[in-house]
């Protein structure tokens, strides 16, 4: 029984090493390298993940960068995280009220078994935004003028 037991161990050991190496690489594709979002707003790209090399597998994608992007008031989702590839989905790119103006790089990278060879870079623009000018009084620029004669 003692020897069962380390042979069943023995396969689940080699399973799992294999599992974790992966089987193939992917590639990121989006639709656009650059973005930008006004504080309070978001916006959304589509991805979709290939397969470059090897067999597929399990594969997530993700932000490579995301607790520093959280700092600065950015988030990242997406609408379809894993699968295997290909697949495809979209990106959400949100920032908060008060998130930092300024530029950032995005990493979107894919993980598992599958993995991306490379992380994919955004540019990501915060601005403020635009001011909405105050209402200004209505004028009917028309003046009439009585004069009186006594």
Do not use: H
Not at 14 to 35: D, K
Not at 112 to 121: C, E, K, R, T
Not at 126 to 140: G, H, I, L, M, R
């Amino acid at each position: 029984m003692k020897l069962a037991i380390s042979a069943f161990a023995l396969v689940m050991f080699l399973v799992s090493t294999v599992f974790a190496q992966g089987y193939g690489t992917s590639v990121i594709e989006l639709s656009s390298s650059n973005v930008t979002v006004a504080q309070g707003s978001s916006a959304v790209l589509q991805y979709t993940v290939k397969l470059s090399s090897g067999s597929t597998w399990g594969t997530t994608i993700g932000v490579e960068n995301a607790s520093a992007l959280a700092s600065a008031g950015v988030s990242v989702s997406f609408s379809n995280s894993y699968g295997d590839p290909t697949y495809s989905g979209t990106m959400t790119i949100s920032a908060s009220s008060s998130a930092v103006p300024g530029s950032y790089t995005i990493y979107v990278v894919a993980t598992g078994d599958d993995p991306s060879a490379a992380a994919v870079p955004l540019r990501l623009t915060v601005e403020s935004p635009t001011a909405t000018p105050a209402p200004q009084p209505k004028t009917s620029g028309n003046a009439v003028l009585v004069a009186v004669i006594v």
